[in-house]
């Protein structure tokens, strides 16, 4: 049996860890918004499920992200705030077929979606 060197296990596991940090590192940020297609019960239907889990207060009057004052708006600050939370997960950002990857960051304004 081969018997390799204590210091040289360390060293393979040390640059492993830095091989791993820099892949997870480089993988591309996504959003989860919802589709304009979808039907407005199914928007407030996330939203209240979404907001069972995650902080809800920006979309709520006054609320950092409360204008514009849609369902869309709401529905997809929401729905993304669940997916990050989820670790963004592809399941996450289903709800039903009316979620959607972005691949640049939704925020605007004051509205700053989680990444
Ligand atoms: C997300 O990842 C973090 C860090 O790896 C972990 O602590 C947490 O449990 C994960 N959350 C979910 C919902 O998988």
């Not at 918004?33 to 009057?61: F, W």
């Not at 993304?80 to 925020?107: E, L, V, W």
Request: proline fraction near 4%.
């Amino acid at each position: 049996m081969v018997k390799i060197s204590l210091p040289l296990t360390i060293l393979f596991v040390f640059l492993s860890l830095i091989m791993i940090n820099h892949l997870h590192a480089a993988s591309p940020k996504t959003w989860c918004v919802a589709k304009l297609t979808a039907a407005n019960v199914q928007l407030q239907e996330n939203i209240n499920l979404g907001c069972k889990r995650v902080d809800c207060r920006p979309i709520r009057h006054g609320g950092y992200c409360f204008n514009p004052n849609t369902l869309l708006n709401h529905a997809s600050f929401v729905m993304n705030a669940y997916y990050q939370s989820r670790n963004r997960t592809q399941k996450a950002c289903n709800f039903k077929n009316t979620g959607t990857f972005a691949t640049t960051d939704p925020s605007f304004g004051s509205c700053k979606y989680r990444s």
